[in-house]
């Protein structure tokens, strides 16, 4: 059985730090995505990693991708009170394959 | 921009009750799901369909049905609401990416 674990569980840090959430699973996957979700909203796509050692940046936030594809990091630059919410992580086999959720990072900015 | 719409934001009802509970896309993708989501608990999967009237069982089926009688609408059936099913629901879409589009979920309250 596939597992995703999400390190920390919780993170709460003033505005302006910067901080590093982290995706590890014993499984390959042959893509991971990870997601923002908001206090009663649906989660939200944020990117997808598809290759081994891949890094995506977007605006302040970089996304790797191990080399082995196990395992995957988000890291947050002067992180700002609208970075608050749930992290979550989410890989799967194949393409076509139904996804597997980790349990996700709460993200606490404090202005 | 791509859309999944959900029935209601908020539902109450009561025990022994049937619940349909309806999601709604718009980007021609052929793979729906229906999650529910609780603290402590993450995202679990109830089920998934990959084509019209073709379905597939989650993580957690008991107690929950599906209907897909369209490429666009996903349904999530409660036959008789119990207590412990007060959750939050989301539906998602998904194309061959595996990228997963959700609605901004249905919280549903059984007394």
């Known amino acids: 059985t596939q597992l995703l674990e999400q390190s920390p569980q919780f993170l709460s840090i003033q505005e302006g730090e910067n901080l590093t959430v982290y995706c590890n699973s014993s499984?390959?996957?042959?893509?991971l995505q990870w997601y923002r979700q908001e206090p009663g909203e649906g989660p939200v796509l944020l990117v997808t990693v598809v290759t081994g050692g891949e890094v995506k940046k977007l605006k302040r936030l970089t996304f790797q991708f191990g080399d082995a594809r196990k395992d995957s990091s988000l890291h947050i630059t002067a992180a700002q009170p609208g970075d608050t919410g749930l992290y979550l992580c989410?890989?799967?086999?194949?393409?076509?394959?139904?996804?597997?959720f980790g349990p996700g990072t709460s993200l606490s900015v404090i202005p | 921009d791509v859309k999944v719409t959900q029935s209601s934001r908020y539902l109450v009802k009561r025990t022994g009750e049937k619940v349909f509970l309806e999601c709604v896309q718009d980007?021609?993708?052929?793979?729906m799901f229906w999650y529910r989501q609780d603290p402590g608990l993450g995202l679990r999967l109830i089920y998934f369909?990959?084509?019209?009237?073709?379905?597939e069982k989650g993580d957690i089926p008991e107690g929950y049905s599906v209907s897909r009688e369209k490429k666009e609408r996903f349904s999530l059936i409660l036959e008789s609401a119990s207590t412990n099913q007060t959750s939050m629901y989301l539906c998602?879409?998904?194309?061959?990416?595996?990228?997963?589009?959700f609605g901004p979920g249905t919280r549903l309250t059984v007394t």
């Open positions: 989410a890989g799967g086999e194949t393409s076509y394959d139904k996804v597997i």
């Open positions: 998602a879409s998904s194309s061959w990416t595996g990228e997963q589009y």
């Open positions: 369909s990959y084509d019209v009237k073709m379905k």
């Open positions: 499984s390959v996957f042959s893509s």
């Open positions: 980007m021609d993708h052929e793979n």
